[in-house]
């Protein structure tokens, strides 16, 4: 069992920066591969960024490759997402997740965790 909890949302105008913080309780966390997922009004919840158990591996979709970067602290039980050059259309709700998965996974059923979500809003 996983409990997840993000923090670091916020109004920013667009360009600018935020980085969200993902806690996690338990001492498993390093056995889960980590992603981040958001999910805009009237939208489904699409992948945005994951990271493999050692944090040796990330990959990203296409729309925020480049601007974003998602790192973890395995020490802290912490996983992070950098967001830098934000656009409108980046606005959405965040949230973590932790898998189980032993390889690269991007959709949200193969996702047993969740966090409870933190706003992001990008003014132009």
């Known amino acids: 069992q996983v409990q997840l909890v993000e923090s670091g949302g916020g109004l920013v105008q667009a360009g600018g920066s935020l980085r969200l913080s993902c806690a996690a309780s338990?001492?498993?966390?390093?056995?889960?591969?980590m992603g981040w997922f958001r999910q805009a009004p009237g939208k489904e919840r699409e992948f945005v960024a994951g990271i493999s158990r050692s944090g040796g591996s990330t990959y990203y979709a296409d729309s925020v490759k480049g601007r974003f970067t998602i790192s973890r602290d395995n020490a802290k039980n912490t996983v992070y997402l950098q967001m830098n050059s934000l656009k409108p259309e980046d606005t959405a709700v965040y949230y973590c997740?932790?898998?189980?998965?032993?390889?690269?996974?991007?959709?949200?059923?193969?996702?047993?965790?969740w966090g409870q979500g933190t706003q992001v809003t990008v003014s132009s």
């Open positions: 338990g001492r498993t966390f390093s056995t889960y591969r």
């Open positions: 997740a932790a898998s189980s998965r032993v390889g690269v996974t991007t959709t949200p059923p193969t996702y047993s965790y």
